[in-house]
Nanobody, 120 residues
């Protein structure tokens, strides 16, 4: 059974930084970070594959950095904004392609999430 455990969320002021971590019991071709704010759909934030090919949502480019180290996935978040407030999820995909890397529909396994709150 695949298990994903996120950590590192918290409350920060705008302009601050947080580093999210995800420990996975298995690794797959593609791993990603997603977020969901209350009343909104889940959206892709960043994805990385086994060849270190990376995709970012336009809203986080130049502020967030995704990386992985074996079974750990990380998301370094800098210059945080109030609109970054959401529950952040780690996910694994068994897809072998790089089509729509930020689409939640391409991911098979999900963690429980870690809350990020950014105050103005």
């Amino acid at each position: 059974q695949v298990r994903l455990v996120e950590s590192g969320g918290g409350s920060v002021q705008a302009g601050g930084s947080l580093r999210l971590s995800c420990e996975a019991s298995h690794t797959t071709e593609r791993m990603g970070w997603f977020r969901q704010a209350p009343g909104k759909e889940r959206e892709g934030v960043a994805a990385i594959n086994s060849d270190n090919r990376i995709a970012y949502a336009d809203s986080v480019k130049d502020r967030f950095t995704v990386s992985k180290d074996n079974a750990f996935l990380y998301l370094q978040m800098n210059s945080l904004k109030p609109e970054d407030t959401a529950m952040y999820y780690c996910a694994l995909s068994t897809a072998l392609d790089w089509i729509w890397p930020l689409s939640p529909n391409k991911y098979n396994f999900w963690g429980q999430g870690t809350q990020v709150t950014v105050s103005s």
